[in-house]
């Protein structure tokens, strides 16, 4: 798949690093919802008959740009140190993109269990190390094997939607695939997204949007 190409030990590791930048969204995103609850202005949105939906979906948008907005910056840094890939830029921020509404989804889940800022600064740090050390951003945890589907084997740590996006940069940048060649990688990625989202937005709305 993709032109054969010697990698250094930086090439392996810019697909971990631009992940890791997308991970950091789970701050803002949830900050962006905890602030309403802890302003207490969440009850003038609720009264303003502003669906649940609608809330997520304005703060998913926002997120995104800022996301991708990290991932160009994050890919920029190895580039500009002579850093050069094979595969191409637009399956590179689709990646990133779907990784990053995957993000949300968590920081959503987060903030339904969280009433303030501080307890985000705190409490909120653990899904945030979760995701840092067993997504494969830090460093490959031991892989766990619990299935194969289609071909493809299933670990104990693909349950985070930022694990197979760190395969798909990985496939992308060191061996010049395309979309249709992490499929699989992307095909997971929005699965998982749509199972935390929806368990997020039902606990978000139960706990914090009930009129």
Same mark, same amino acid.
Request: aromatic share 10%.
């Given at each position: 798949?993709?032109?054969?190409?010697?990698?250094?030990?930086?090439? $392996?590791? %810019?697909? +971990? &690093?631009?992940?890791?930048? *997308?991970?950091?969204?789970?701050?803002?995103? @949830? !900050?962006? /919802?905890?602030?309403?609850?802890?302003?207490?202005?969440?009850?003038?949105?609720?009264?303003?008959?502003?669906?649940?939906?609608?809330?997520?979906?304005?703060?998913?948008?926002?997120?995104?740009?800022?996301?991708?907005?990290?991932?160009?910056?994050?890919?920029?840094?190895?580039?500009?140190?002579?850093?050069?890939?094979?595969?191409?830029?637009?399956?590179? $921020?689709? %990646?990133? +993109? &779907?990784?990053?509404?995957? *993000?949300?989804?968590?920081?959503?889940?987060? @903030? !339904?269990? /969280?009433?303030?800022?501080?307890?985000?600064?705190?409490?909120?740090?653990?899904?945030?190390?979760?995701?840092?050390?067993?997504?494969?951003?830090?460093?490959?945890p031991p892989r766990l094997?619990?299935?194969?589907?289609?071909?493809?084997?299933?670990?104990?740590?693909?349950?985070?939607?930022?694990?197979?996006?760190?395969?798909?940069?990985?496939?992308?940048?060191?061996?010049?695939a395309g979309l249709g060649?992490?499929?699989?990688?992307?095909?997971?990625?929005?699965?998982?997204t749509a199972a935390y989202?929806?368990?997020?937005?039902?606990?978000?709305?139960?706990?914090?949007?009930?009129?």
């Open positions: 798949m993709g032109a054969a190409r010697p990698l250094s030990d930086f090439d $392996l590791y %810019v697909p +971990a &690093l631009l992940v890791l930048a *997308v991970i950091m969204v789970l701050f803002t995103a @949830a !900050a962006t /919802l905890i602030r309403e609850v802890d302003r207490r202005t969440m009850t003038r949105l609720v009264l303003s008959r502003l669906s649940t939906a609608e809330m997520l979906t304005a703060v998913t948008v926002n997120q995104v740009l800022i996301g991708t907005a990290a991932l160009v910056l994050a890919f920029g840094a190895p580039w500009s140190v002579g850093c050069r890939t094979t595969g191409p830029l637009a399956a590179v $921020l689709a %990646v990133g +993109a &779907l990784s990053t509404i995957g *993000v949300v989804a968590l920081s959503v889940l987060t @903030a !339904a269990f /969280l009433k303030s800022t501080f307890e985000l600064l705190t409490v909120g740090c653990f899904p945030f190390f979760v995701l840092m050390f067993f997504s494969e951003s830090m460093f490959p094997q619990v299935a194969t589907l289609w071909g493809h084997a299933v670990y104990a740590n693909d349950e985070l939607p930022t694990t197979p996006a760190v395969r798909a940069f990985g496939k992308i940048l060191s061996q010049g060649d992490v499929a699989f990688e992307l095909a997971g990625m929005a699965v998982l989202f929806a368990l997020g937005t039902w606990l978000f709305r139960r706990r914090h949007m009930r009129g």
